[in-house]
T-cell receptor, first 117, second 115 residues
Framework: GESVGLHLPTLSVQEGDNSIINCAYSNSASDYFIWYKQESGKGPQFIIDIRSNMDKRQGQRVTVLLNKTVKHLSLQIAATQPGDSAVYFCAETSSNAGGTSYGKLTFGQGTILTVHP | NAGVTQTPKFQVLKTGQSMTLQCAQDMNHEYMSWYRQDPGMGLRLIHYSVGAGITDQGEVPNGYNVSRSTTEDFPLRLLSAAPSQTSVYFC??????????????FGQGTRLTVV
């Protein structure tokens, strides 16, 4: 089956630096992408999402970029803080004619982000 | 507090035993789902439901059953536990499948060990 994957399994940055986490997907029918943050011992927490009719979306300190041509998305975290240390997952889903497959999220492997004070 | 509640948080089973993982949400969400998370991997969808009385299979449904008799509850049943089902299980809910991301809430997880 088609899958979503991450280029870098680990990322270490200094506090205050900007972080970029990358994700590649292979399903050309994907039209909705989500970034989740998962802290140790907790469930995934929604960060930001983007639909395929957009190429950029900004939130508070986070930006998601989508390049449909190369099937790649990235999560940029500005001024990274120690509290940002976590595992970050990208996920994708695609709609079919009935729309019910929106529920079938496919998650990437995850990237461990470590922020050093 | 509103949210997704999973019970139990930890469970050890012997091979062949059966059990039910409970999931409840009080947000009147239509969509609920179960995922499993194995070390070094992302979450994989087991089963999902788009509303009461409606369920469907995800990526890894074998060995699991679900039902959705009410909007609030979405239990996951392990019919005959196997060591391969050792994992962390997450339940998630959202108002509708089309708003899965913006309104998705995950439970705290159930860590299951099958010996």
């Amino acid at each position: 089956g088609e899958s979503v994957g991450l280029h870098l399994p680990t990322l270490s940055v200094q506090e205050g630096d900007n972080s970029i986490i990358n994700c590649a997907y292979s399903n050309s029918a994907s039209d909705y992408f989500i970034w989740y943050k998962q802290e140790s011992g907790k469930g995934p927490q929604f960060i930001i999402d983007i639909r395929s009719n957009m190429d950029k979306r900004q939130g508070q300190r986070v930006t998601v970029l989508l390049n449909k041509t190369v099937k790649h998305l990235s999560l940029q975290i500005a001024a990274t803080q120690p509290g940002d240390s976590a595992v970050y997952f990208c996920a994708e889903t695609s709609s079919n004619a009935g729309g019910t497959s929106y529920g079938k999220l496919t998650f990437g492997q995850g990237t461990i982000l470590t922020v050093h004070p | 507090n509103a949210g997704v509640t999973q019970t139990p948080k930890f469970q050890v089973l012997k091979t062949g035993q059966s059990m039910t993982l409970q999931c409840a949400q009080d947000m009147n969400h239509e969509y609920m789902s179960w995922y499993r998370q194995d070390p070094g991997m992302g979450l994989r969808l087991i089963h999902y439901s788009v509303g009461a009385g409606i369920t469907d299979q995800g990526e890894v449904p074998n060995g699991y059953n679900v039902s959705r008799s009410t909007t609030e509850d979405f239990p996951l049943r392990l019919l005959s536990a196997a060591p391969s089902q050792t994992s962390v299980y997450f339940c998630a809910s959202s108002y509708s499948p089309r708003t899965l991301g913006t309104e998705a809430f995950f439970g705290q997880g159930t860590r299951l060990t099958v010996v």
